[in-house]
């Protein structure tokens, strides 16, 4: 797909007015009302052959019988083209190969995540608001299709069939793409029309056998943000402050502007920028600028400091996140208290494709391309910042190269960093590139945590009570979004995952400590649950050690009236062997099980130890996430969302000294390569439930599972992130 | 400065700074853009092309030394060894986001031209330069052994 297409096959359906909306609501996991508008078609009969006929605000047909596909989502990698299109596909009886994908433009009227009430992803939510939504654009795209063979053919719609791709009735058969034309002047089909599958009529859902819709990957064709050309473009790149919060004071760009191909030098509220014919004649301008920084209001704090404070914090009551009964008179009583202090670092998302942004403004409007994950919120951004409408402002979406959370930033940083440089070139396309330095030093991050944890037990070894402290920055403390996120001091991404905690405690409480550090953070893949998973996971671990039960049983236990978690904790602990495999000498087996976004993920490990050095050898993954609408890609997101969570317990780990970054690149900041990868065996939970999160919940098991199994083995209890055995 | 280059068997001339590495010659003038920009230190593999038969990171080429060099792109790839790694990338359906896949693919075909059988330590060896951020690994891995058993049964079959 190039740029050209994309903004041909974006303006082929006219943008006419729609008639009418018709809103279909369908019962949905969770009590939630799923609403789907179509928009009814206008009047296309006179389009070229090669048009696309709108059958709904998600659905398309083109006489040439391509199905094509809006996806409301920005596919990132995690296969949301995929799996949106199944949806539609499965009730459109649609044959997989006539189907096309294409990312929706940012409407929020026709386009919003269902659990969020605008145009945006994250939240491991994409399958899971859109799974009654896809399919009925899908089913009311087929009643259409059936409707205008029905009334070409003089038949009764209800004796009409439709099977991979072709309407047929007696003797009568044609593709979707020769009804196309007739279906789209249809009437929109009205709710209680569209009957939908049961799971057992399922043909594409839950099937292996739908290859990915993002196509060109594997062959350099696919575009990302960084690809996109367009004539006359500039590229730009940001010199930012050395330390969060400096200013410019001055700047000398005369050596810079000297070099060929240095078109303008400027500050902007993030630094100075430097706009160039192509990438590195900005860099190589960039390192010529003289400027001096005002660090008056800067974060100059190491991150040893940092934390040392925030040990300090958890020793002080917090404000009060969850309570349940008294646990400090039980725990006050009791001799014997376990206690334990967790500690975890910055980390970068360090997405593979570094952030960029392309922006043109003329006048009060804008045109962008970029890997937009957050339409609605970004375009409001763009607007204010221009001081216009949203509707002048267009977004066109292509894929992003990885995101883990960055490129969904509540303050749209990146974003308007690349419209306040595009606001000074007027009329011309320039693309923002950070370098990956910039990726690195430049935020946002996930933030550093220090937990403690206390529990007596009582006479069987049970908790009987449990205390929890946490303190770390709030994400979405000083965004647009606390007003929804933050309740009475409490921002639920600093505490989701040890409240609601999954273990029988009867007397248990949560606080929080939410300190203000100007260090730059942000949502990464599983959010709160990075940190929390581990020190729930590793004191329950270190409970189960003092009780002297095996941490299997133990969790099982304590899991009694949670049949979810129980299930797949025993698929996982049956697939590994728990219990009935001998291990090598120097291996040791750990094991975790956590629930977040909506689905149960175990994770069982088996390291080696040698020395001071182990590696991870095998996990066994079980996952409940209801319908697993495409298998392949959900084992594919467990074992990425490993990798991922393996490299931050391994290795990843962001440090300041005197508030710089100490890490600028992959040289320092070391993530996992395919030398540490271990096998992983995934083992999907047959359900008939309704979808719930894949993205983000395999993620925060595997940090546990590795310290667990490493204390099998060392008999040691690992509390920090990254593990470390000597 | 003017550099005459030889990139896909094709003679590109470029009128560039002779520091310009070749990343951003082929992505910024020759509008090759399969080849990614993911480090710029020869850390991360997104860049890789093939310099005369050999993967190589251009994110630390320079132009001046690729003159005279037979450079090939993803764009340009044409042995028996890349079509095979790629048709098993897409039968195990390898790429998630895909920014690091073609430097993947050109990593994993170089290791195939040159040892047509590789075992788990060679894949280990010639892959772990090639950084992952959405943790493909082990589809990376199955996808080489799928592209290397094509060739160990031709070879039988010859
Ligand atoms: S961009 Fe060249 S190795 Fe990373
Ligand atoms: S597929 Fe996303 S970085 Fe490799």
């Not at chain 1, 991979?164 to 789209?184: D, K, P, R």
Request: charged share 20%; hydrophobic share 40%.
């Amino acid at each position: 797909m190039n740029i050209r297409r994309f903004l041909k096959t974006d303006t082929a359906v006219p943008d006419s007015s729609r008639r009418s909306f018709l809103k279909v609501s369908a019962g949905a996991s969770a009590g939630l009302m799923l609403g789907v508008s179509f928009s009814a078609p206008s009047a296309l009969a006179q389009q070229a052959s090669d048009a696309a006929l709108e059958m709904n605000a998600f659905v398309s047909i083109s006489p040439d019988n391509t199905v094509k596909v809006l996806i409301k989502h920005l596919e990132m990698g995690q296969g949301v083209y995929t799996g949106l299109a199944t949806c539609v596909a499965e009730e459109l009886d649609a044959d997989w190969s006539q189907v096309v994908c294409e990312h929706a433009p940012a409407d929020v009227t026709k386009y919003a995540n269902l659990l969020m009430g605008q145009q945006g992803t994250g939240g491991s939510t994409a399958i899971a608001n859109s799974f009654m939504q896809m399919r009925q654009a899908g089913a009311a795209a087929k009643a259409m299709l059936v409707a205008a063979a029905a009334a070409q053919w003089q038949v009764d719609a209800s004796e009409i069939t439709v099977s991979n791709g072709v309407v047929s009735h007696g003797n009568h058969s044609a593709t979707f793409g020769e009804l196309a034309v007739a279906a789209a002047q249809q009437p929109t089909p009205d709710r209680a029309s569209l009957t939908l599958k049961t799971p057992g009529e399922f043909k594409l859902i839950g099937q292996d056998n739908t290859l990915r819709k993002d196509v060109g990957k594997h062959n350099g064709t696919a575009i990302y943000t960084q690809d996109v050309k367009l004539p006359g473009m500039l590229t730009a790149v940001v010199a930012h402050p050395p330390r969060f919060g400096s200013t410019v004071r001055s700047f000398d760009a005369s050596a810079a502007l000297a070099r060929r191909g240095v078109q303008q030098v400027f500050e902007i509220d993030s630094g100075v920028a430097v706009v160039a014919s192509d990438y590195w004649t900005a860099i190589k301008a960039r390192e010529l600028l003289q400027i001096e920084w005002d660090a008056s209001d800067a974060e100059t704090r190491s991150s040893g400091d940092i934390l040392a404070q925030y040990r300090e914090l958890v020793e002080t009551p917090g404000a009060i996140a969850e309570a349940h009964g008294n646990p400090d008179s039980v725990l006050s009583a009791s001799s014997d208290v376990t206690e334990l202090m967790f500690e975890y670092p910055y980390l970068a998302h360090a997405q593979m494709e570094p952030m960029n942004c392309v922006a043109q403004v003329n006048g009060d409007s804008a045109v962008m391309w970029y890997g937009c994950q957050s339409p609605t919120s970004d375009k409001a951004a763009i607007a204010q910042l221009l001081g216009t409408s949203g509707d002048k402002v267009t977004i066109h979406t292509v894929f992003a190269g990885g995101g883990f959370g960055r490129r969904a930033n509540p303050a749209s940083d990146y974003v308007l960093e690349s419209v306040q440089i595009a606001r000074q070139v007027p009329n011309t396309p320039v693309k923002l590139v950070w370098s990956r330095e910039d990726d690195m030093q430049a935020g946002y991050y996930r933030p550093a945590y220090v937990h403690k944890l206390s529990a007596a037990l009582d006479a069987a070894g049970k908790p009987n009570a449990m205390k929890i402290r946490i303190a770390g920055q709030s994400i979405m403390a000083g965004t647009s979004m606390a007003a929804m996120m933050v309740r009475d001091g409490i921002d639920n991404t600093s505490v989701e995952g040890l409240t609601e905690f999954a273990y029988e405690v009867p007397e248990r409480q949560v606080e929080l400590h939410s300190p203000q550090v100007g260090v730059p953070v942000q949502w990464w893949r599983s959010v709160g649950h990075t940190h929390t998973a581990f020190s729930k996971e590793v004191f329950i671990d270190a409970l189960a050690r003092k009780a002297g039960a095996d941490p299997v049983a133990y969790r099982l236990e304590l899991l009694k009236n949670n049949p979810r978690e129980t299930a797949v904790l025993k698929l996982a602990a049956e697939k590994a062997g728990w219990g009935t495999t001998e291990l090598p000498e120097g291996w040791g087996r750990g094991v975790a099980v956590h629930t977040s976004f909506g689905s149960t993920v175990a994770e069982i490990v088996d390291v080696s130890v040698d020395g001071n050095n182990f590696k991870v050898e095998r996990v066994v993954a079980a996952i409940d996430c209801g319908i697993a609408v495409n298998p392949s890609i959900v084992k594919a997101q467990v074992e990425s969302a490993i990798a991922y969570g393996l490299s931050a317990a391994l290795a990843d780990e962001v440090t300041l000294t005197d508030g710089h970054v100490d890490q600028t690149n992959f040289h320092n900041y070391r993530v996992l390569r395919m030398n540490a990868m271990p096998v992983v065996e995934t083992h999907i939970v047959p359900s008939t439930n309704a979808p719930s999160g894949v993205g983000e919940p395999g993620t925060p098991p595997i940090a546990p599972a590795v310290a667990n199994a490493l204390a099998a083995v060392t008999g040691r209890t690992f509390t920090r992130l990254p593990l470390r055995l000597a | 400065m003017a550099y005459l280059l030889t990139i896909n068997g094709q003679s590109h001339e470029v009128d560039v700074e002779g520091d310009m590495p070749l990343l951003w010659v082929v992505r910024d003038h020759l509008n090759l853009t399969g080849t990614k920009f993911g480090c710029g230190m020869a850390q991360c593999g997104a860049c890789t092309v093939h310099v005369d038969g050999v993967a190589t990171r251009t994110c630390v080429m320079t132009v001046a030394d690729s003159v005279g060099k037979n450079i090939t792109t993803i764009e340009g790839l044409q042995s028996p060894q890349a079509k095979a790694v790629q048709q098993a990338w897409v039968e195990l359906q390898v790429p998630q986001c895909g920014y690091c896949q073609s430097g993947q693919v050109m990593s994993a075909t170089a290791l195939l031209e040159q040892n047509p059988n590789p075992t788990d330590a060679d894949i280990d060896a010639a892959m772990s330069g090639n950084i992952c951020r959405c943790g493909t690994y082990p589809r990376i891995k199955a996808g080489i052994k799928m592209a290397s058993a094509q060739f160990t049964n031709a070879a039988e079959t010859a």
